[in-house]
């Protein structure tokens, strides 16, 4: 199996219209009073969800009008938030076929099907024209790329000078070895967790000026113990939350993730970067 069916693999299975869809019944809401807020809490397929989207776009300066390219979109959650917020137009792209026809129906329920488009390709080969975008977001997918030159060097491509990149992705903090499946890999054959150094080697590379770093593990720590609180205390998941996305394997994923943050061998780090004018 080539990376690229793995990763499909791994990423697909199941109905997540139709999970989704259940998880809206069981809060008295339909497709057609679905809204990008209550969408939020599964749409957002990185360690804090909605905030860390918020934190993100508020860092890397987003204004009204900017035309986007979310790298590596999932189902669309991010895109959506853009174009709802800030009334930006956002191009996503994906690996995974399921999750952008997700993110086009989860799109047309939203009514943002004209401000927000989803592409099905890779992230090294963008179906996009040179400088189309005044900015660019990719959040949780570098771990699932190996080459971060030819990942930086093509987000560079797309970016007109001058626009910038926010950037939050999982990263080496160690040496420590990691336990499987986590959120993005089942194994460690399609895992390629590398650190700071080398995400910013990778960006100066590519023409980048690094702006900001930040890192993110503290946040990460209270979000997994507000999770594991509210499980606690309720009688089960949430109707609408990761674990639909994630499947059966949910609670050893997330578990093995967060076991990784708090030990410090991994943490969610946030970098801003911007492409010289
Ligand atoms: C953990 S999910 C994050 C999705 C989304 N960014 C979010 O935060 O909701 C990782 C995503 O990266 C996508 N991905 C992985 N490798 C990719 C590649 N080479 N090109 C485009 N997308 C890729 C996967 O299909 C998956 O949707």
Redo the contacts with the bound molecule.
């Keep these: 199996m080539s990376m690229t069916e793995e990763?499909v693999e791994h990423?697909g299975g199941g109905d997540l219209i139709a999970a989704i869809e259940a998880g809206l019944a069981a809060l008295s809401l339909t497709r057609a009073t679905a809204s990008v807020e209550v969408l939020g809490s599964v749409?957002?397929?990185?360690v804090g969800g909605r905030t860390a989207t918020t934190d993100l776009c508020e860092r890397l300066g987003v204004e009204p009008g900017m035309a986007l390219v979310?790298?590596?979109?999932?189902?669309g959650?991010?895109a959506r938030f853009l174009a709802s917020k800030f009334r930006c137009t956002v191009a996503g792209?994906?690996?995974?076929p399921n999750?952008v026809a997700a993110a086009r129906e989860l799109t047309a329920w939203t009514g943002l099907s004209e401000s927000v488009r989803f592409e099905s390709?890779?992230?090294?080969e963008m179906p996009f024209d040179d400088g189309s975008f005044d900015g660019a977001v990719q959040?949780?997918?570098g771990m699932?790329?190996e080459d971060k030159h030819a990942l930086s060097a093509e987000i560079s491509r797309v970016l007109r000078p001058g626009g910038r990149f926010g950037l939050y992705d999982i990263m080496r903090t160690s040496d420590a070895s990691l336990d499987f499946p986590v959120?993005?890999a089942t194994d460690g054959s399609m895992s390629f967790v590398d650190d700071l150094p080398t995400y910013q080697a990778a960006l100066e590379a590519a023409g980048f000026e690094v702006e900001a770093v930040r890192d993110r593990s503290s946040f990460a720590n209270d979000f997994f113990a507000a999770m594991r609180e509210r499980s606690a205390a309720a009688i089960g998941p949430a109707p609408l939350g990761l674990h639909l996305i994630l499947g059966p394997a949910a609670a050893v994923k997330i578990g093995n993730m967060a076991s990784a943050i708090a030990a410090g061998a991994i943490a969610p780090i946030e970098v801003i970067c911007r492409k010289p004018a």
Excluded: C, K, Q, R
């Excluded at 792209?93 to 995974?96: E, G």
């Excluded at 390709?121 to 090294?124: H, R, T, V, Y």
């Design positions: 990763l990423y749409d957002e397929f990185h979310d790298i590596g979109s999932g189902i959650g991010t792209i994906d690996l995974a999750y390709g890779s992230a090294l959040l949780h997918v699932n790329i959120p993005w």
